[in-house]
Nanobody
């Protein structure tokens, strides 16, 4: 049974930081590229950051470049998203996704991040 379990969300003030984690089980983790998505209230889910299966390549949405960093630990089957200098626009539910050349992709259940004074 495949599971992706996100954690680390919460309520923070603007300018603060959070580190999200996504722990995978039931898949050969190092085969999968991993991504973080955000879905804000009333908006479509958008890609925030992605990392290749062995971590050699990363990509970020323009809105988070320079503030967020995605990383992975294949020995721990975990992907991370370090989020710094958070703004209210970063508010939403953050989902991790595992994808490979062969479907299906897998999604976690999401973790809520709220940035507010």
């Amino acid at each position: 049974q495949v599971q992706l379990v996100e954690s680390g969300g919460g309520l923070v003030q603007p300018g603060e930081s959070l580190r999200l984690s996504c722990a995978a089980s039931g898949i050969f983790f190092s085969v999968y590229a991993m991504s973080w998505y955000r879905q804000a209230p009333g908006k479509e889910r958008m890609l925030v950051a992605s990392i290749s299966n062995i971590g050699g390549s990363t990509n970020y949405a323009d809105s988070v470049k320079g503030r967020f960093a995605i990383s992975r630990d294949n020995a721990m089957n975990t992907v991370y998203l370090q989020m710094n200098n958070l703004t209210p626009d970063d508010t939403g539910v953050y989902y991790c996704r595992a994808s490979s050349r062969v479907p299906p992709d897998y999604w976690g259940q999401g973790t809520q991040v709220t940035v507010s004074r």
